[in-house]
């Protein structure tokens, strides 16, 4: 099969890329600096993972990358690139430019990246489109309010996602957005529950056991839906 992952310089990204090819499967790898994506180049010294250069807040970066991948099948888009800030809060004041940063990277980013490669992923139907989201993205789950620039962010990516399972039903592809639970990354940060091993294992037998009934679902790491 094969995948293309966003971001798979580090954290989950990396590790999807570790997963994947261990057990076979052809990945696309992305980073926005491929040089400086040392792990991943040692990675790639092992196995065979083509890198290419992407930012995905930037509209020629991922363009570029489309053309790159022109005529090529995908079976799946895992769409793992993000961001996460703060964004104030109303008393001491928000941050705007952090909102925005947040919108461009999360919501904005990930449509380019999957309108540019709609045709890959319809080529052979029945291809995947897989958003990471976050639990605080849920509106049912906020329990504790602040976090607006992620928070916002992920509830966009959550609906942009849900409009995509309908709309791109009849080309045969599903969509969905994975939690992938609070993990040991630079975005975690160290008090994270779960290491990305862990994280990940989960999320690619949640990916692969996906089918068209999961086409607009907003799937937890280890199992079950969360509510929006
Ligand atoms: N860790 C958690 O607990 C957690 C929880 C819920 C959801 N998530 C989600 O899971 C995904 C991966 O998170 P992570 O923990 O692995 O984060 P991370 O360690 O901070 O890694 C983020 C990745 O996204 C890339 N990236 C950021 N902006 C980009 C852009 N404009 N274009 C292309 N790539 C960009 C980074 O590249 P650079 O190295 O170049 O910056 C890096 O590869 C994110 O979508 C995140 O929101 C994580």
Do not use: C
């Amino acid at each position: 099969m094969q995948y293309v992952v966003t971001g798979g310089n580090r954290g989950i990204g990396l590790e999807f890329v570790d997963q994947l090819t261990a057990r076979g499967d052809d990945v696309v790898a992305t980073a926005r600096n491929p040089s400086d994506a040392r792990e991943l180049q040692l990675l790639a010294d092992e196995r065979d993972i083509e890198i290419h250069s992407l930012d995905i807040s930037e509209p020629q970066s991922v363009a570029s990358f489309g053309r790159q991948l022109d005529g090529r099948s995908v079976d799946v888009l895992i769409n793992n690139a993000g961001v996460l800030h703060r964004g104030g809060e109303p008393h001491e004041g928000f941050d705007f430019d952090e909102i925005q940063a947040d919108f461009e990277v999360n919501v904005k980013g990930t449509l380019r990246v999957v309108e540019e490669l709609l045709d890959n992923v319809a080529a052979e139907g029945g291809g995947k489109i897989v958003n990471l989201t976050s639990k605080m993205g849920s509106i049912a789950d906020n329990g504790s309010g602040g976090s607006y620039a992620y928070r916002v962010s992920k509830a966009g990516l959550n609906m942009a996602t849900k409009s995509l399972a309908l709309d791109l039903e009849d080309d045969d592809i599903v969509a969905f957005v994975v939690h992938p639970g609070w993990v040991q990354t630079r975005m975690g940060g160290d008090g994270a529950l779960i290491t990305t091993e862990e994280s990940v294992t989960n999320l690619i037998g949640r990916i692969d056991e996906a089918g068209r009934e999961q086409s607009g679902q907003f799937l937890e790491w280890d199992g079950g839906e969360i509510p929006w």
